[in-house]
Nanobody, 127 residues
């Protein structure tokens, strides 16, 4: 069974930092773009960041550009989301996702472009 397992969420004060990790199990996704989405209470799940299969290109939502960095280590089969200068509006459940197209680029910001999803990790930013 294929699973994406997120970790690294928690409670942090505004201005603080967190690093999320996503480690797939059951198969590798080294040939697929990976993405992070988030969902705040009462809101739709929204795109945060994506990285191409090679790690050579990245793509960010305007709301996190300059504050978040997505990266991947294919040797470890792990994707990361480094978050800096966190704001209360970043509070959400963060989901890792694997794209549905091999050798895909980073400009994949729609949910339908991803086939596999993790269970999510809670990030809470206090003011």
């Amino acid at each position: 069974q294929v699973q994406l397992v997120e970790s690294g969420g928690g409670l942090v004060q505004a201005g603080g930092s967190l690093r999320l990790s996503c480690a797939p199990s059951g198969r590798t996704f080294n040939s697929y773009a990976m993405g992070w989405f988030r969902q705040a209470p009462g809101k739709e799940r929204e795109f945060v960041a994506a990285i191409s299969w090679s790690g050579g290109s990245t793509y960010y939502a305007d709301s996190v550009k300059g504050r978040f960095t997505i990266s991947r280590d294919n040797a470890k089969n792990t994707v990361y989301l480094q978050m800096y200068s966190l704001k209360p509006e970043d509070t959400a459940v963060y989901y890792c996702a694997a794209s549905n197209e091999a050798y895909s680029g980073a400009t994949r910001n729609h949910r339908y472009e991803y086939d596999y999803w993790g269970q999510g990790t809670q990030v809470t930013v206090s003011s």
